[in-house]
C-alpha cells in the first residue's frame, strides 16, 4: 500500500493534515482524550474488536492477512456489504483505504491525556458545492465527533 506520507519523523497529527489537505472533500476531527495514549492507541488498534463499537457503520471487521504494519482487512458494513481495504497501523498512526473510502487516525501524547484526530474520506463522492456540501461536512463532523466520544469512553476500560 502506498503510504506517501508515512515519513516516521513527521507528527502524526501533521501527517494528517497533510493527508487531509491532498484529499479534496476530507472531513477531520479532534479531540483531547482524558486518557493516556496507551490505552487510546490500544482501543484505535483494536480494529476487530473496538471499530464495531464506535463506527456504527461498521458491522464487522476481520484482518485476513498481517506483514508486520501493513494489514488486509475484511470489514462488512451495517448492510451486510464487504469491502477489502489495506492498513497501515503503528503507535500514533493508523491509515486504512480501499476503492471507495479513505479512513485515517493519529494520536500524540499531551502529557497524561493524548490528542487524537481522525479522518474520513469518500472516494469520487464529492458533495456539489453550497448548502449539500456544508451540510455532508457537517453531518461528518457529527459523526466523528461522537466517534471520538465512543474511543474516549472505550479508552477509559481498555486502560484498567
Known amino acids: 500500500m502506498n503510504d506517501p506520507v508515512a515519513h516516521p519523523d513527521i507528527d502524526p497529527i501533521d501527517r494528517l493534515a497533510i493527508l487531509a489537505a491532498a484529499l479534496p472533500g476530507a472531513v477531520v476531527g479532534q479531540r483531547r482524550i482524558a486518557a493516556p495514549f496507551e490505552a487510546v492507541w490500544q482501543v ?22 498481517r506483514r508486520g504494519e501493513f494489514l488486509r482487512l475484511l470489514v462488512q458494513d451495517s448492510a451486510g456489504r464487504e469491502d477489502a481495504m489495506d492498513a497501515r497501523l503503528r ?13 485515517a487516525f493519529a494520536a500524540r501524547r499531551l502529557g497524561s491525556e493524548t490528542l487524537l484526530a481522525h479522518l474520513e474520506h469518500r472516494r469520487g463522492q464529492t458533495p456539489e458545492p453550497g448548502r449539500s456540501e456544508s451540510h455532508h461536512r457537517r453531518a461528518t463532523l457529527a459523526k466523528i465527533d461522537q466517534e471520538l466520544h465512543t474511543i474516549e ?7 484498567r
Open 153 to 159: 469512553s472505550l479508552a477509559a476500560h481498555y486502560g
Open 44 to 65: 484505535v488498534a483494536d480494529l476487530e474488536h473496538a471499530t464495531p463499537r464506535y463506527e456504527p457503520g461498521v458491522a464487522h471487521v476481520r484482518v485476513i492477512e
Open 91 to 103: 503507535p500514533g498512526w493508523c491509515l486504512m483505504q480501499s476503492a471507495t473510502v479513505v479512513i
